[in-house]
């Protein structure tokens, strides 16, 4: 199997499912002639032609409007918001619209359509190229709110969300789109290709939506995690010599609760770690659910370790970028619960 | 020193406020007949006229002239204005109906029953439409069965959206008719996508989207233009232009400094403004634009000039905001007694017939109403199963929506 990073992986699940279906087209700013400001997009419409992959204009409620119409006539339209900082505009039309069209039609119309969009951060884009907000969709009925942390699970979750019949936003951790990123930012990012997960089938291959990975076995206590927060906590694991059960959420809409539960369970503690601020950030979420799940197994407080409540500043990256520093000490503390 | 004066904030006011004496002597009506029908295939540059004039077919006598006459057979024309008549009873019936309490809420279309019927004539029964909250009359004109639309409204338990949306808005794929949304423009780009979407796929049906004036303001409406324009999508993009908004007259969307069909000049499309209380000038424009879309030049915008005769909805007074007698002094009359007058003009049609077609309508209505109202009315509890609110929010039901059914016991 070839190497792919993730932005490689990202183009073949579009490759392949607009070789396999007709329906499925892609567009978004930047996204047809020079491929997408990150390459996701690069070379499909040489392949399929203009009106498969073709730029539009900068208009992210435009986009998801036209895309939500296109997913009513009955294609899969997968379209490029190109920041999550800039979806905004666009967020009517998935709040108002996408996400309700099926239950006020009582399932007559649906909107099968992918939103994908790069956030995070981690790259110096300052408070307009850096957020993540997840959270903002996770609360909204009716949507699916999907996040890889590599490129094996980017293109498996990619082809589920353009098969699945309800809109989905794609979340794309771009700070790892390279290379996983441990977060120590003064020190050299491997390439995917030295990682297990950057061997990529080139074909038709799904990871379900709903399904999270256990990507660290562990003990200790269990981190709950997504994108490239992931790779963070495996780092912090690693350092702190804590035997910390990673989990990979991928889907944050539906969650799964079971693997959730199962961990928390057998760990009694349990870590929360993203870059969005804290306050209502989807840790608040999982946090309620292992309380309501796991209350009686519990030996320590719930922790969260996350942006802070600030917009994310340029200068401080650092300081805000929640780093395997901050996710091991909030690890140490949650062992030292007694 | 610079020559500095102080500047001055304006907001724009209605002509009239309740107590005035309705006041239309500035608008400039162009005599019925008198603009000329371009081909179709004409280029947007060279219909720049198009937006500051009114497209006009019948005259005051009831005769219909000039080169948009669509020359309807007299039985199209007939059966047009029974639709219209239906859609005003209706109307009537469930204004009525929620104020006695059998619904929380209705929206009527009076005076603007030409904007969706003739419409209707004018598009293939298969052409997708993505309607505002007032064009009842497309699904009436498409022979929706009425009992459906009052179950609807009534949110009982055959409410084909079962109980989930507002009253009024309806929903039917069969009959092409776009679920309607509460979140004013939304569906007018949706339309271009869908429209988008049948050229990609070298179908033959094409879109037709209805907002109000005062929806233009919203970035919906820029986004539509802009890419039915830039995709050359074969779409219809209606304004209806009824002068208010809920209480805010047209000039509160800029309407005073510009007309609305000339909006469409920036985007390089058609933009058509049409005598909207006029059957066969609708019928007529929307029959150019449906050609023009379908002949793959694209999308055309239309502005329906025409008048809200009567409340918002049942929850607004317009007396608390424009003159009480305003809609009888129109100057563009109502749309049901100019075709009337046409018809009885070309001999097609008499008083006679008039009355024993709106004893028709009426005893349609009483008969569906009397069936719906016998399935059920709000408030008396018959309506879906609880465990059905849970129902087609996702496809498969997630299991945080199973245990919150679960844990409210249905």
């Known amino acids: 199997m070839p190497a792919m990073n993730m932005i490689q992986a990202l183009n073949s699940a579009l490759d392949v499912m607009m070789a396999k279906d007709p329906n499925v087209l892609a ?54 918001v190109q920041f999550a900082d800039y979806i905004y505009p666009g967020y009517d039309q998935i709040v108002s619209e996408a996400s309700k069209i099926r239950y006020r039609s009582a399932g007559e119309f649906f909107v099968p359509i992918t939103i994908r969009t790069p956030y995070g951060g981690g790259i110096f884009g300052g408070q307009t190229h850096s957020q993540s907000p997840e959270s903002l969709f996770t609360h909204i009925a009716g949507i699916k709110t999907v996040i890889p942390s590599n490129p094996y699970d980017a293109k498996g979750l990619l082809i589920s969300a353009i098969e699945d019949d309800d809109p989905v936003v794609f979340f794309e951790p771009k700070r790892i789109y390279n290379g996983p990123f441990s ?62 059960e990673v989990i990979d959420l991928r889907t944050l809409v539906p969650v799964d609760i079971d693997t959730i539960v199962e961990s928390v369970k057998k760990t009694g503690r349990c870590v929360i770690v993203h870059e969005a601020p804290r306050t209502s950030g989807y840790g608040a979420e999982l946090c309620a659910l292992v309380q309501e799940n796991c209350f009686w197994h519990l030996e320590a407080p719930i922790a969260r370790v996350t942006g802070f409540d600030t917009p994310y500043p340029h200068a401080f990256e650092w300081h805000y970028f929640p780093g395997p520093k901050r996710v091991g000490e909030a690890m140490k503390r949650t062992m030292e619960t007694r | 020193m610079k020559n500095r004066i102080p500047l001055s904030l304006r907001v724009p006011e209605p002509k009239c406020r309740p107590g005035d004496k309705p006041d239309f002597s500035a608008l400039k009506l162009p005599e019925a007949g008198s603009v000329p029908r371009p081909e179709i295939s004409a280029h947007a540059r060279e219909l720049l006229e198009y937006p500051f004039t009114l497209i006009r077919v019948l005259d005051a006598k009831g005769r219909a002239v000039g080169p948009w006459n669509p020359k309807l057979e007299p039985e199209t024309l007939r059966r047009g204005l029974k639709h219209m008549l239906l859609v005003r009873v209706y109307d009537d019936r469930m204004y009525r109906a929620q104020r006695q309490g059998k619904t929380s809420f209705y929206m009527k279309s009076t005076g603007e ?15 997708m439409c993505f309607p505002s909250y007032r064009q009842q009359g497309l699904l009436i004109a498409r022979g929706y069965p009425l009992i459906d639309m009052m179950n609807q409204v009534y949110s009982n338990v055959k409410d084909p959206v079962k109980g989930r949306q507002l009253p009024i808005m309806y929903s039917s794929k069969e009959y092409n008719f776009f679920t309607i949304s509460g ?53 219809i993009l209606n304004v209806v232009n009824n002068q208010w908004a809920i209480s805010c007259f047209q000039g509160i969307a800029g309407g005073n400094e ?23 000038a609708v019928y007529a424009a929307t029959q150019w634009a449906a050609a023009r879309a379908r002949a793959n030049f694209g999308a055309t915008m239309i502005e ?13 007074d317009p007396s608390r905001y424009r003159p009480a007698d305003e809609a009888k002094a129109w100057p563009l009359g109502d749309p049901v007694e100019r075709l009337k007058q046409h018809l009885i003009a070309i001999g097609e049609w008499s008083e006679e017939q008039h009355q024993a077609a709106l004893a028709e309508a009426q005893e349609q209505v009483r008969a569906a109403n009397k069936e719906a109202e016998a399935v059920g009315v709000l408030g008396q509890g018959n309506i879906p199963s609880v465990k059905t609110m849970f129902e087609d929010v996702y496809k498969d039901m997630p299991w945080h929506l199973r245990r919150q059914r679960q844990e409210t016991g249905v």
């Open chain 1, 27 to 80: 567009y978004g700013e930047d996204a047809g002639y020079f491929g997408g400001v990150f390459r996701v997009t690069d070379g499909l419409q040489k392949k399929y032609g203009l009106t498969r992959a073709f730029d539009s204009p900068i208009s992210e409620g435009g986009i998801i409007a036209t895309a939500i119409g296109m997913g009513v006539y009955g294609l899969r339209p997968v379209v490029e």
């Open chain 1, 183 to 244: 977060g120590h930012h003064d020190q050299p990012v491997l390439p995917w290709a030295k990682h297990p997960a950057s061997d990529v089938p080139e074909g038709h291959y799904t990871v379900p939506l709903g399904k999270a990975a256990v990507v660290r076995p562990g003990n200790d206590l269990t981190v709950l995690a997504y994108g490239t927060m992931v790779h963070v906590s495996l780092a912090a694991a690693a350092e702190s010599g804590i035997d910390a």
């Open chain 2, 113 to 127: 029953e030409a904007v969706a019927i003739a419409a209707a004539y004018a598009l293939e029964r298969d052409d």
């Open chain 2, 183 to 235: 979140n004013l423009g939304t569906q007018f780009p949706q339309a271009v996508g869908w429209a988008m979407a049948s050229a990609y796929k070298g179908d033959d049906r094409i879109a037709a989207s209805w907002i109000g004036d005062g929806t233009t303001a919203e970035g919906d409406f820029h986004y539509a233009m802009t890419f039915a324009s830039v995709y050359r999508a074969p779409v």
């Open chain 2, 258 to 280: 510009a007309t609305f069909a000339s909006k469409a000049i920036g985007y390089g499309l058609p933009g058509l403004r049409v005598d909207g209380n006029d059957f066969l």
């Open chain 2, 304 to 316: 329906l000039y025409t008048y809200r005769a009567e409340a918002h909805s049942t929850s607004d």
